[in-house]
């Protein structure tokens, strides 16, 4: 879109029926100055519908469903922004959307709008491109207010360990702070966010849960959506339909929150530690960026990294630890055992001894197993290895267009071991397996995969037990600390009477 610029005024080419063509001009080009937000006036009506669709977000045009003239209008009173997509700085460019300053991450094309050479931000374009010639809206009146009283409508009860962690978090959003919450796979984190996400709404803070997984989004959504019935719950994710309503309280993909800006009062990170968000700074800027100044950020994760572990434990970060499971039973804690040269044998067509032995005895009895590999190739070729003991076994990874039927039939018992690469280190759970990782020294099994992998076991009250092995040809620094982790976890909740036995 280009404007017009009069001596008082910006206004959109195409609100003008004639125009001086030397006074078009871009976005990028003008001045932060002539861009600056008109003072609110108080007299002007503004329409309720745009306020609640545009408050706390960051859209082109074309994403938001009113007409140029009404969004000039509330323009004009102080109530919306034009704000420059892609500034100039220091000689390179910044992404006002999404973060962007990498050079390359910039290409300029000659284009058709602008009708000069125009850069744009290759970075965040699935969301639609961001130009020097781009305005994107943002809303500046007041926002949308909402209060709940007691909005939770919950039965349960947490465990004591829940319980401090719900304090913590209630605490974190009264006081708008900063919170870890590092918490065993198998903990409830789920309902331990309740009581905090009802004080959040008590308090007319708009709330974000997100998570780098669209599949975590789906679960958490029905879930949110029955203890908090009267609030409007949005479930944001590529391709879903809540997009474009106000809602006090968002469970969303990390990707989504690029939409946003200075929104959220108090941000919920689940499985920070999780791809893409840990590894992609785009994504932590984001959320960044969506957060208001003066919000409470709470990380939930059961494997921090490294750096964060030691915060926790010299208490430089204020963190809360959860060391046991829901069902009071301790972590399984994972076997090493030496299998070879492993990768060679495969090759050469033969299981290690020690895997075949493991694999065969769970075959006999019937219990059901994951199996997992550091790559799709060595899975794959050794998958007919393991058919050759039973046809029904299969193998699953992250392209593979079969994954939710081959986990699903894992589900219903007509699969009795799965091969897996890391895909599945995360989110599924079957109620009582044992798991094998072969060749646990790759680099692919970091610490974090490690103890997730390890996560897969035991989370059933009925099942609480089960056996983990690490089948290795040479034990790492990341082997080991997974397995001291989920040691000193169980070593904590013993002291602190949060598992029984
Ligand atoms: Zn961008
Ligand atoms: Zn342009």
């Excluded at 009802?198 to 789906?218: M, N, Y």
């Excluded at 969506?290 to 919000?295: D, I, L, Q, Y």
Aim: net charge neutral; with cysteine; glycine share 6%.
């Amino acid at each position: 879109m280009l404007f017009i610029k009069n001596d008082q005024e910006l206004v959109p080419r195409v609100l003008l029926d004639e125009y001086d063509t030397a006074k078009l001009v871009r976005i990028a080009d003008l001045s932060l100055e002539e861009l600056r937000e008109k003072p609110i006036n108080l007299e002007f009506e503004f329409n309720r519908k745009l306020q609640l669709f545009l408050s706390g977000r960051n859209l082109l045009l074309e994403e938001v469903p009113f007409s140029i003239e009404e969004i000039h209008e509330h323009v004009r009173h102080g109530y919306v922004a034009y704000r420059q997509g892609i500034v100039s700085e220091g000689g390179g460019y910044c992404c006002r959307r999404c973060g962007n300053r990498d050079l390359q991450l910039f290409y300029s094309f000659a284009c058709a709008r602008c009708k000069q050479s125009c850069v744009y931000c290759r970075q965040c374009i699935m969301m639609g491109r961001v130009t020097q010639c781009t305005p994107l809206l943002e809303w500046t009146g007041p926002k949308p207010d909402f209060h709940f009283e007691d909005a939770l409508v919950w039965s349960g009860t947490l465990s004591p360990s829940q319980a401090e962690a719900s304090e913590k978090i209630k605490e974190a959003v009264r006081e708008r702070k900063d919170l870890l919450v590092w918490a065993v796979c198998g903990a409830g984190k789920t309902e331990m966010l309740f009581e905090g996400i009802e004080e959040a709404l008590r308090l007319g803070l708009r709330t974000a849960v997100a998570t780098p997984r669209t599949d975590v989004v789906l679960e958490l959504t029905p879930r949110f959506r029955n203890v908090f019935p009267e609030v409007s719950i949005s479930s944001l994710y590529g391709g879903s339909e809540d997009r474009h309503r106000f809602a006090p309280l968002v469970i969303t993909t990390t990707h989504q929150l690029l939409r946003f800006k200075n929104a959220f009062d108090v941000m919920i990170i689940d499985e920070v530690d999780a791809f893409p968000y840990a590894a992609d700074e785009m994504l932590q800027q984001a959320a960044e960026a969506a957060r208001t100044e003066n919000s409470a950020l709470v990380f939930l994760t059961a494997t921090p990294k490294e750096a964060w572990q030691r915060e926790c434990f010299s208490g430089k970060r204020n963190c809360v630890i959860l060391p046991a499971r829901f069902h009071r039973h301790p972590l399984p804690i994972p076997k090493f055992v030496w299998c070879g040269n492993w990768r060679k044998e495969i090759e050469k067509g033969r299981i290690p001894v020690p895997v075949l032995k493991w694999f065969r005895e769970r075959l006999e009895i019937g219990k059901q197993a994951l199996v997992f590999f550091p790559n799709i190739e060595l899975m794959e070729m050794a998958l007919p290895l393991f058919r050759q003991f039973d046809e029904r076994i299969e193998a699953v990874h992250s392209e593979d267009p079969l994954r939710k039927e081959k986990v699903q039939a894992m589900r219903d018992r007509v699969v009795p071991i799965l091969l897996t690469t890391t895909i599945l280190e995360r989110g599924v759970t079957f109620p009582n397996i044992d798991v094998a990782v072969v060749g646990a020294e790759d680099d692919t099994f970091t610490e974090s995969a490690l103890v997730q992998i390890a996560g897969r076991v035991g989370r059933n009250p009925k099942y609480p037990d089960g056996d983990i092995t690490f089948f290795h040809h040479g034990q790492t620094r990341a082997m080991v600390r997974a397995r001291n982790q989920l040691l000193r976890m169980n070593r904590d909740a013993r002291a602190k009477g949060l598992v029984d036995g």
